[in-house]
């Protein structure tokens, strides 16, 4: 099985500041990763697709990079409406989610 | 609009069953695979099942296989996930998810609001 290790589990950042979460996988899962944000009490949304690919809707300042195992997630300029936990996805084999970031503002 | 909506959640006692419904409006129920991910109270999110456009193909969580068996009609636009022998640990909200495209790709576009399942005797 394809193990996703996410760090950090939280963080808390300042309005304005640039966030970034990684992923890193225990093996390759080329480009089959996905970023998605769940707000307190709400369903997931799908964010980034395809490591870097904004999914449509989704604001610009988040953005997704990385290749073979390691992966990271920014906000560029971070929002008090951006307070959620974030999980990565990889689908190289069968779904499985990160253990996900809880992002609060400081 | 687009939309997904999962009931037929519940308490139930260990060893019980329980079928959830999600029922699709808005795009072309048949054309997608769909999928059943789930989350436990403060935990994160466990992918469950997947169904292919025409119900042919499914696959399951090591976690739910021979328990759970997921289902769909086309015709009503419906999904179904029907859940025997029931554990403790298969206490979670429950989400129905369209996959993104109408070739598979494991990436979820469009989620229900999820069905509490609890599992406690």
């Known amino acids: 099985d394809i193990q996703m290790t996410q760090s950090p589990s939280s963080l808390s950042a300042s309005v304005g500041d640039r966030v970034t979460i990684t992923c890193q996988a225990n093996?390759?899962?080329?480009?089959?990763l996905n970023w998605y944000q769940q707000k307190p009490g709400r369903a997931p949304r799908l964010l980034i697709y395809d490591v870097s690919d904004l999914e449509t809707g989704a604001p610009s300042r988040f953005s997704g990079s990385g290749s073979g195992t390691d992966f990271s997630f920014t906000i560029s300029s971070l929002q008090p409406e951006d307070v959620a936990t974030y999980y990565c996805?990889?689908?190289?084999?069968?779904?499985?989610f990160g253990q996900g970031t809880k992002v609060e503002i400081k | 609009q687009v939309q997904l909506v999962e009931s037929g959640g519940g308490l139930v006692k260990p060893g019980g069953s329980l079928r959830l419904s999600c029922v699709a409006s808005?795009?072309?129920?048949?054309?997608?695979?769909m999928t059943w991910i789930r989350q436990a109270p403060g935990k994160g999110l466990e992918w469950v099942s997947y169904?292919?456009?025409?119900?042919?193909?499914?696959k399951y969580a090591d976690s739910v296989k021979g328990r759970f068996t997921i289902s769909r009609d086309n015709a009503k636009n419906s999904l179904f996930l029907q859940m025997n022998s029931l554990r403790v640990e298969d206490t979670a909200v429950y989400y129905c998810?369209?996959?993104?495209?109408?070739?598979?790709?494991?990436?979820?576009?469009?989620w229900g609001q999820g069905t509490m399942v609890t599992v406690s005797s």
């Open positions: 998810a369209r996959d993104a495209t109408t070739v598979r790709s494991d990436s979820f576009d469009i």
């Open positions: 093996q390759d899962i080329n480009y089959h």
């Open positions: 169904i292919s456009a025409n119900g042919n193909y499914t």
């Open positions: 996805q990889q689908y190289e084999t069968l779904p499985h």
């Open positions: 808005g795009f072309t129920f048949s054309d997608y695979y």
